[in-house]
């Protein structure tokens, strides 16, 4: 065991692929059912990568005041192992994924706390539903295992530094290195490279425009670009432009002096000058009245204000992120929006995915909000059955996050309201949910999630996704990893997992072509050779599919 991990400190792993590795490879090792490997986020611990654990594990933040386990684990240098009888509630209860979807409790429990540098980093646990699996050999082995993974993290949070070395020089806390305390959670394709865009984009002074449907969380995305800024260290001023009345809004952002207008009893700064030297944020700027939006227009073209009833002008130094859910370009062509603001505001335009189009991010956010109304509403447990995962992701979600958020709240109250105990482990069925899902295609021809059918892409022939946990649709893994290494891939094996590709090295080039005409045929497959259905299945467009097929030469 030892020394796989270690290999795995030398090899030229991506971060994640190191952490996922390091994990399944201390559960090959004690034959438990779950290992989870979670980093000390302030007052809370989270999960950077799990096996084992259902779907949603990863997107909790687990409250160390409100886990007494995990707590203990934190207090102490060395292993802690939890006697079967312990009074002390376990985080994992019902977490475990038995893939039948009932909540199964937690019989069997070792962890031990992590240091990096003499500071603590967070925990490993290990998980068992066998009683006695972890003994006194086990305990002292963990402390031998924690040695080499303390090292891993650390490789891992080096290149961190090195990657974002100018946002992280100041810092000089270990776990601050690691976790991004954005709070935006997933994983997904599209997620990943919008939040790269954004770090490249925040150490310029280019205005950006957030643009996106309702509910995809554009605030957190402008913090983000301002967390990641030159102008970090001030302020950010957050203007709810929707809210802002015409009589007014000038006042808000430019500020007033005493006597400009009735009940204007002293003189007061405006949203621009609270904001000097930092962020000013204008949330749902297509909202702005049209007279507004050319006194915005001189200040940003001039780079001064003039307060409302002064004669003198006012230096700014903002950086300006606007946002909106409107098409704005189309707003300037019927004259709703100036168009000589828009190409002010749209630099740097971004667009933020919706949630329907991010695939397992969905689970990971709902385990978000699990996590938080377990906590809120006193619940020992509270997860989605595997119906309502599907339901989840079948889902359109027109609200997008804040519609999940929402949805996840309801279901657990609903629960409660109909008889539900709060010292149960309570499981969402879809029926709770009440999401309003297209009835189900003909038998026999029902599409797969999209996650369903990567699963079956990453599983190699003769192994079912559910027969091996290395190749369960897992959010954040759901395949071994492709390991590239001086411009060669091939396929890490973990323990005694079968390779997607031959072991054989194989050409950077020829492995991905490879790797993705498996996943094409298997969509395919799964499709009754359906392509616009394999197409939404791989979250392509029908014509790059088609496109990518004839390159392959699968058409």
């Known amino acids: 065991m030892e020394q796989i991990l270690l290999a795995d400190l030398v090899n030229d792993l991506p971060n994640a692929v190191r952490l996922q590795r390091a994990v399944h490879v201390l559960r090959e090792h004690w034959q438990c059912d779950a290992v989870g490997l979670l980093a000390l986020d302030g007052d809370s611990l989270r999960l950077v990568a799990a096996s084992g654990l259902a779907h949603d594990a990863l997107g909790r933040r687990f409250v160390v005041a409100q886990h007494p386990r995990f707590a203990t684990i934190l207090s102490r240098r060395e292993p802690t192992w939890f006697d079967p009888a312990s009074v002390l509630p376990d985080p994992y209860d019902g977490l475990l994924d038995d893939r039948k979807g009932s909540p199964l409790p937690v019989h069997d429990c070792l962890g031990m706390s992590l240091y990096i540098e003499g500071k603590l980093w967070g925990a490993i646990t290990l998980d068992a539903l066998t009683t006695g699996t972890f003994d006194a050999g086990a305990r002292v082995r963990l402390q031998h295992a924690a040695l080499v993974l303390e090292a891993g993290i650390r490789v891992t949070s080096l290149e961190r530094e090195n990657r974002n070395l100018r946002q992280l020089g100041s810092s000089n806390n270990p776990t601050s290195q690691f976790i991004d305390e954005s709070e935006i959670l997933g994983e997904s394709p599209a997620i990943s490279h919008l939040l790269h865009e954004l770090d490249v984009v925040a150490d310029s002074d280019l205005p950006v425009l957030l643009l996106g449907e309702t509910g995809v969380g554009k605030e957190l995305f402008a913090r983000r670009l301002h967390r990641h800024s030159r102008r970090h260290d ?12 015409e009589s007014l809004a000038e006042s808000e952002l430019f500020g007033h002096v005493k006597g400009a207008f009735s009940g204007a009893t002293n003189d007061r700064a405006g949203r621009f000058e609270a904001a000097r030297g930092g ?19 001189r200040a940003l073209q001039n780079g001064e204000i003039q307060r409302l009833g002064a004669d003198g ?4 130094d903002v950086r300006i992120i606007a946002a909106t859910n409107r098409n704005l370009k189309e707003n300037t062509l019927a004259g709703h929006f100036r168009a000589d603001l828009y190409h002010r505001l749209s630099v740097y335009p971004v667009h933020i995915p919706p949630l329907r189009t991010r695939g397992r991010d969905i689970l990971l956010l709902a385990g978000h909000f699990l996590e938080f109304n377990r906590a809120r509403l006193g ?11 599907r339901a989840l992701m079948t889902y359109s979600w027109p609200g997008n996050v804040r519609e999940l958020e929402h ?30 899902i297209p009835s189900a295609p003909t038998a026999g021809h029902a599409e797969p999630l999209p996650s369903e059918v990567y699963a079956a892409a990453a599983a190699p022939p003769g192994l079912s996704s559910a027969d091996d946990d290395l190749y369960a649709v897992e959010p954040f893994y759901g395949s071994p990893p492709i390991v590239i290494n001086e411009g060669v891939a091939y396929s890490a094996p973990i323990a005694n997992s079968n390779p997607v590709l031959d072991t054989a090295l194989l050409p950077l080039r020829a492995a991905t072509e490879a790797f993705q005409r498996s996943a094409i045929e298997h969509a395919l497959q ?16 029908s014509s790059n599919l088609h496109k990518l097929a004839r390159k392959l030469g699968l058409k």
Not at 234 to 245: D, Q, R, W
Not at 379 to 389: C, F, H, Q, T, V
Not at 415 to 432: H, K, M, N
Request: charged share 20%.
């Open 279 to 297: 962020t000013l944020f204008l949330d749902e700027v297509g909202e702005l009245p049209l007279s507004i939006q050319a006194k915005l227009l």
């Open 313 to 316: 002008l006012i230096k700014t």
């Open 407 to 436: 949805v996840i709240s309801r279901a657990a109250l609903k629960l409660l309201s109909r008889g539900a105990s709060r010292d149960q482990i309570l499981t969402l069925p879809p029926e709770v949910l009440d999401l309003d």
């Open 526 to 541: 799964a499709t009754q050779n359906n392509w616009a259905q394999a197409a939404r299945a791989l979250e392509l467009d």
């Open 379 to 389: 619940l020992r447990g509270l997860r989605l059955s595997y119906a309502g995962e």
């Open 234 to 245: 001030k302020p950010m001023i957050h203007v709810n432009c929707a809210a802002l009345p």
